[in-house]
Structure formats: C-alpha cells, structure tokens
C-alpha cells in the first residue's frame, strides 16, 4: 500500500496524519493559545496585499485624509504576527494554495481547491463548522467562486472551473454568498445555460443583483451577484459612478443574518481586488481597495465590540507586485510630494481601458491620463501606450512586463525626475505573486497577549480550530511525493496558470 493510500484511509476513519520529514509543512510553529473559545469567527483576508501596501496606504491615509487607518491601530494594541506563505512544492504561492493552508492546515500544490494533487479530498474548515451547525457566509470583492473564499467551502481539483464551483455553493449550501460573477450563475451566458439563479432562489435564496436589490432584501439567506466578472475597483465605484455595493456595504448586509443563527456562524471576507490591483501595478486601484478593506474592517471591529463571543483574524495570503512608495528628491526630501500625487488618480487602468477601446490614438490616451490618472504623458510615452492597447506588445526595449497591456500603462506614468517627483514615487517589484511574509492579527475579547512571532500559512487553521472548539486533522503529503504526482502528470493536465491566481 501506497502512503498516500494510507492518508486516504486516514481521513475517512478521521485519524490524524504525522507531518513528514523535511520543508513539507514548513519551518516549526509557534504554538499561542487564545485562552478561551468563541461563538463566532470572521477570517478577513486581504488577498495579495504586502507591508508596503499598508505603508502606502498608511501615509496617505494620514497626510491625504487625516486619519489614522483602524489596520494601524490595532496593530499597535492586539496580537499580531507574520506568515509564511509558501505551498506545497514552490516558495511562491497562489490564492487557492494559500487559502487551503488556512483552511485545511495543511500545504498543497498550487492550483487546487482543498485536493492533494493526487486527487485526496480535504475538509475544509467551514465545512467542519457547519456540520457542528455554524452559518456560513463568504463576501468578496472578487467573483464569489474565486479560489480564496472556495477555498473555505468545497473541493476543486481546479480553482477557475467556477461554473462547477457556483453548483457545489448550491449544494453546500452557506447562508450569505455575496461578490461578483454572474457569468457563473446566468443561464444566458453559462456554457451549460443552467440557470442557477432559479436553482438558487428554489432553494429557498433571496437573490440579488444590484445595490438597491441588496438594500431591500429582507431574506435570512442571500446570494448576491453585482457583476459580470469581478467587483468593480473601489476607486472606480467611488469616483466613476459604477453602482456596485462597497465592500462594507456587503459586509453590513452578511453580519445580521448570520448573528440571527443560534449557533453561531463563520464569516469570510476577502478584500480580493487588492491582489488584482498589484498584479497590474495599478497605484490607485490599490491604494483606495486598501482603504475600502479599512473601512470594512471598521464595521467588524464594531461588530465585534458590541458581540464579544467573536473572534476576527486578519490575514494576508500573499504578497502581489509589491509596490513600494521609494525615496526621492535631495535626502529624499521630496517623498511625500510624490504621495500627495495619488490624489489626482481617479480610476484603475481597467476602467481607462474600458473607456479606451481597442484602438486608441496617441491624444486619446493622454487625456485619458490626464483626467484619470493626472499624469501628463510625453508623445512617446502615449504611443507606448498605444502599442500595448493595440498590438498587445510591451516595452520599447522589448521586454516582456508582466499583465498587458495595464502593466505597460504602468510603465507610461512611471517618475521621471528624481530631483522632484511630477508622477506619483510607487515602483513595483513584478506583476506577480512574491514570497515574503505577510501580515497576521487577531482581534475580540479576552484575548491575553499573544506573541504570534513568525508562524505558517496553516497556522490560521490552528486558531481558527481553537477559536471554535473544533479540532480534526487533514492528511498530509510531502513535497517529495507531490513532485512525483506532478511529474507523471502529462502536458496539459497541469493546473492552468489564472492571470488572477
């Protein structure tokens, strides 16, 4: 017998799997206790966000706004820590990998939901609280089927057959699914034209489409879906008129329902727009997703405040792009000029482009720039532009950079002179996922001080169990072993790479 026929064997009689020699699960973790357990749990992940997002958004929250952001202060007073982020087989991970770190405590091969990449079937930790009678809600300002909150709920072998995952939402069953995707749901645009609206509303859901709709809705279980594909980037919902709900107003529609449970619920919001944002080094589009995600976390803390059986942890999957606010200027002097910069951005590039269209000319794009960006481009710069919109072609040294054309605009508004910044002073480091720790917070009552330190990505499966009084074990497999899996895959059966992973 195999040994992971043995790990097989051991989650169906529930037997707990030893962790294997070697990097498999990572470094040693630290072992915090809550010191009590709660009713409640919210899992907030920021998806794709790195310490110089909030350093970015930190400083322009302060100087631009004259606030201090409600991440930065609970930092300061409650227990925090770092994650590694690595899966299974590579340091880098994607979201799906990451997300079932959280979710099942154990480290997977990129590109699966809560599946070994032998096909073993992992239980997600939602799932476990729903079979102890826990509501379950998932809100995202991604699709709803994405990989992180999916992640939380049901098993894929792959994360972007979201027609399939939007079936087994249904069959699952959570009490409040609210994001983006419609292209999952409507009869007239799936490839199988089910119509899983219907299917849906049969089962008993309220189901909205618009903000006005989710305003109204008095039902005790809610699918909501406010866009074809993705939610709307913040700053184009707040400064180009797209009617999408917020992602506190989503957060404000879940919480009662759920809280009306007897026994309690879990709760996962994902902040997922940070992440797509920084994978087209899109400065505005990250700065102001980062303060929407604040300004969601204000409306948890508050329900926290007032609910002390809950628990809420914060944690990031990932870093993307890392987009760092750099010196400049004499002694660097000029540094947060270049960050009052930001003010004039008034759109993401995936609105510019929207409005762009597929073949633009050179004055087009400078006046798109100059009204939504306020950068005012040289005539090379724009032509650039044109190219990558165009001709989908990159940089005019021919290097490839990244997510096109967006990481081209990128490149466009890059600062010109370091003496005095004319353009906003962020650079990013790729157009892809990094392998740095990221951030990890834990906030609600009774809480003693915990000393987090630096701990792995399936340590948040650890304290949501904890939390919860729930406690099961995953099987486990070692890198060795899924190296070999994958490399007796044949070509073509590999996990599709996602332009959103």
Known sequence: MQRRDILKGGLAIGTLALLPKGRAQGAPQNAPSLGRRYRNLIVFVYDGFSWEDYAIAQAY??????????L??????????????????????????????????????????????????????????????????????????????ASFVISNRDRNA?????????????????????????????????????????????????????????????????????????????????KVPSLKEMVLAALPRLASYRQGFVLQVEAGRIDHANHLNDPAATLWDVLAADEALEALTAFVDKN????????????????????????YLESSVGLDLLEGQKASFEHMLRTLGNNPDAGQVKEAFRAMKGVVLDDAEAQMVVEAIVKRVYRPDGVRY??????????????????????????????????????????????????????????????????????YQNPVMSEEEALEILKSRPVGMQHPEDIWA
């Open 61 to 70: 929250a302060r100087r631009r706004q004259g606030r201090v952001l409600a």
């Open 72 to 149: 930065e202060k609970l930092l300061a007073h409650y227990p925090n820590g770092l994650i590694n982020t690595s899966s299974l087989t590579s340091y880098v991970t994607e979201s799906s990998a990451a997300g079932n770190a959280f979710s099942c405590g154990v480290k997977t091969v990129n590109g699966g939901l809560a599946v070994h990449a032998d096909g073993t079937p992992l239980k997600p930790f939602f799932a476990a609280a729903k079979e102890v009678g826990k509501a379950v809600g998932l809100v995202t300002t991604t699709t709803v089927t994405h990989a992180t909150p």
């Open 162 to 242: 979201e027609e399939r995952i939007a079936e087994q939402y249904l069959e699952f069953g959570a009490e409040v699914y609210l994001g983006g995707g419609d292209r999952f749901f409507n009869p007239e645009k799936r490839k199988d034209r089910k119509d899983l609206y219907g299917a849906f509303a049969q089962a008993g859901y309220g189901v909205v489409r618009t903000l006005e709709d989710l305003a109204r809705s008095n039902a005790s279980k809610l699918l909501g879906v406010f866009s074809d594909s993705h939610v709307a980037y913040e700053v184009d919902r707040r400064f180009q008129g797209v």
């Open 308 to 331: 002390p059986d809950t628990l809420l942890i914060l944690v990031s999957d990932h870093a993307t792009g890392t987009g760092a606010l750099y010196g400049t200027g004499q002694s």
């Open 402 to 471: 990244g997510i096109q054309p967006s990481n081209t605009l990128s490149w466009a508004m890059v600062q010109k002179d370091p003496r005095k910044p004319d353009r906003p002073n962020i650079g990013w480091n790729s157009g892809q996922h990094t392998a740095s720790p990221v951030t990890l917070l834990l906030y609600g009552h009774g809480l003693r001080f915990l000393n987090l330190g630096l701990v792995e990505n399936t340590h948040v499966f650890r304290l949501m169990g904890e939390a919860l009084g729930i406690r």
